[in-house]
């Protein structure tokens, strides 16, 4: 895209605690996300993961500490200026019934849109790179509801390419997909890292995906960061037994030599999950 | 636009957005066209029938005076206020089943008329109030009503869904105050009420259209700014924050302008039902493309309480009904088509 020139800006949670009152489910966390990289966050269910997500693209406010964007609180960019840099995916978007593939994609140009601002050459341009670059061209006058899993997945990241953003949060982008449609979406976010230089953040539940993606990986559990760092460094079996609470085996992956999981039968120290 | 190597008949971007364009273009246009056929057969016919040419003829001047005063200050304004409020409600309609992704989500369904006819009911029964203070009254029961669902509607997550069941409890509360009012209250003064709870548009004088005019174009800049917002509150809270939009902004937004016209409209026409409901459910098909479809909305709800009008006047000879009689028991058949032919609709 046009402005991959620019290097992406700094996101980063200082002292950061969100939740709800009375029940805080993430407590002081700090991590400065690597710009211009992939990182995916794992950890088990309720460990805060997609809780951090949504305090980090502004979904949710913070109780406590607060998100940076290159060292500025961004409580106090304006939404518009910060939606033009910093993207989301949530894990359940919806579309209205009979909403066309380049009408919703064409909707993730509203942050690039001043308030009497027509829509122009520029967003058609844009709206249809996005759709080129994800494969949904043929797909333009579909409604999304007609659409597979696997396509329709592809359709929503083009709306979030729609709106240009320098920053990409994902949250379980894979879920209910098969997987080589796993495959295709990860693929898809690789080439987006690798050609645009836009920093992805994806939390993500198939560890071993995990491991052969990202460029870092963040561990979480119980509301803090218990690893950072790159699979090698980070995805070992004592820190799978912590965040998992899983005895597992870790390998070298024989395609890619990242560190593969392989859970222990019966491993499972989980006896009453607290979810 | 770039070269876009696909199929030959793929559609592009641009041909998918002018269609949907085009298409906007002639419902608006063939919903305007009926609408001009019903305001002409509006004017024309009564107990002084006019011809075609001599409507033509009064409307530019040249009538003679019974003629022009037939069709100017008996015809026209009760047409007009049907034009005028048959579109705010459709925009009031249209905004509140977008915000609450629900077509059954109206104002006459979640209370807010039924707040400004208990108010304007018990400023008939009890205060004696007749003529501008009314309409002030019953304004202000629609705001209490319009406060109570907001405070429902302000918790995160389930907020729309609770702002539905407190709206649905609000109108049978007003149902039943209502109900008390009216028992309680003098046979005469009860016939005034319950008229006006009908909703009619007989004997509407031209200031009334101006006030509802007037108060929709003060509440057309906020209209337009929902246009803009709800395309992206549909597609959820998570998404409509990432593109810069705050959902709870749009929701005191949406429901405050929402109540605005409603219970304007029904402060001098009583709390006509369906139109709120009907009207985005056409509009909505017609469009075809997950639209909010808000203009196209107003032009349907001009178009049905216009000749939902004719008929009250004249479908019983001799007899004319408040227009609410007609749209109650249209919207009510047309409820329960959208109930046989509906598949799980989500907007």
């Known amino acids: 895209m046009t402005s991959s020139s620019a290097p992406a800006p700094l996101l980063a949670a200082r002292g950061l605690s969100a939740g709800y009152p009375g029940r805080r489910v993430i407590e002081a966390l700090d991590l400065e996300i690597a710009p211009g990289r ?51 995916l949530p894990q359940h978007p919806s579309a209205p019934d009979g909403l066309t593939v380049a009408e919703l994609v064409a909707r993730g140009r509203h942050p690039h849109r001043g308030v009497f601002q027509r829509w122009n050459a520029a967003d058609t341009e844009r709206v249809d790179e996005a759709m080129r670059r994800t494969g949904v061209t043929e797909l333009a006058d ?19 390419l729609a709106q240009n953003p320098r920053i990409l949060l994902l949250d379980e982008p894979t879920t209910f997909l098969d997987l080589s449609h796993q495959i295709e979406v990860l693929d898809l976010l690789r080439d987006l890292n690798r050609s645009d230089g836009t920093t992805i953040v994806v939390v993500l539940h198939e560890l071993n995906l995990a491991a052969r993606y990202a460029d870092d990986l963040v561990v979480m559990s119980h509301g803090r960061v218990v690893a950072h760092g790159t699979a090698a460094e980070v995805m070992t079996a004592e820190v799978i037994s912590e965040a998992f609470s899983l005895e597992a085996l870790v390998i070298p992956d024989p395609l890619t030599q990242t560190p593969l999981v392989v859970p222990v039968p019966g491993g499972s120290h989980v006896v009453a999950d607290a979810e | 636009m770039t070269a876009v190597a696909t199929r030959p008949s793929a559609p592009t971007v641009g041909m998918v957005r002018a269609q949907v364009r085009r298409r906007r273009r002639i419902v608006v246009t063939g919903v305007v066209l009926a609408l001009v056929v019903v305001a002409a057969v509006s004017l024309s016919v009564g107990d002084y029938a006019l011809s075609p040419v001599d409507l033509w003829r009064t409307l530019w001047g040249g009538g003679e005076r019974v003629e022009s005063y037939v069709v100017f200050q008996l015809r026209a304004p009760r047409l007009a206020m049907a034009i005028v409020a048959g579109a705010a409600l459709g925009v009031a309609g249209a905004l509140l089943q977008s915000l609450l992704s629900n077509p059954l989500a109206s104002p006459d369904l979640l ?88 909703g009619t548009l007989a004997s509407t004088p031209w200031w009334n259209v101006l006030v509802v005019l007037i108060v929709s174009v003060v509440a057309l800049p906020a209209v337009i700014a929902c246009g803009r917002w709800l395309p992206l509150t549909q597609l959820g809270a998570g998404t409509a924050v990432s593109l810069g939009v705050r959902p709870g902004v749009v929701r005191i937004t949406t429901v405050v302008v929402a109540v605005l016209l409603t219970s304007t409209t029904c402060a001098f026409v009583g709390p006509i039902s369906f139109i709120a409901l009907c009207a985005p459910a056409i509009a909505r098909p017609l469009l075809g493309h997950g639209a909010v479809g808000i203009g196209t909305s107003a032009a349907v709800g001009a178009l049905l309480l216009a000749g939902a009008d004719l008929i009250a006047q004249y479908a019983i000879p001799g007899i004319s009904l408040p227009v609410g009689v007609v749209t109650g028991a249209l919207g009510s058949v047309f409820l329960l088509w959208l109930l046989m032919t509906s598949k799980g609709r989500h907007l």
């Open chain 1, 142 to 160: 579909r409604p999304v509801g007609d659409l597979s899993g696997g396509q329709r997945q592809r359709v929503w990241i083009a709306m979030a």
């Open chain 1, 38 to 88: 992939i990182t995916m966050i794992i950890g088990a269910n309720a460990c805060g993961k997609s809780t951090l997500l949504s305090v980090l693209a502004r979904v949710n406010s913070p109780l406590a500490g607060r998100v940076e964007l290159d060292g500025t609180d961004v409580a106090t960019i304006p939404r518009r200026g910060f939606a033009q840099t910093v993207g989301l």
């Open chain 2, 111 to 198: 209370g807010i008329s039924g707040g400004a006819g208990v108010a304007a009911v018990f400023g008939i029964l009890v205060l004696g109030i007749v003529g501008p203070l009314l309409a002030l009254v019953a304004f202000l029961g629609g705001l209490v009503v319009a406060t109570f669902l907001l405070l429902a509607g302000s918790r995160r997550g389930d907020g729309e869904y609770r702002l539905v069941v407190a709206g649905i409890g609000i109108s049978f509360l007003c149902v039943s105050i209502t109900g008390y009012l009216m028992t309680r209250a003098q046979v005469e003064l009860a016939q005034a009420a319950l008229i006006w709870l009908t």
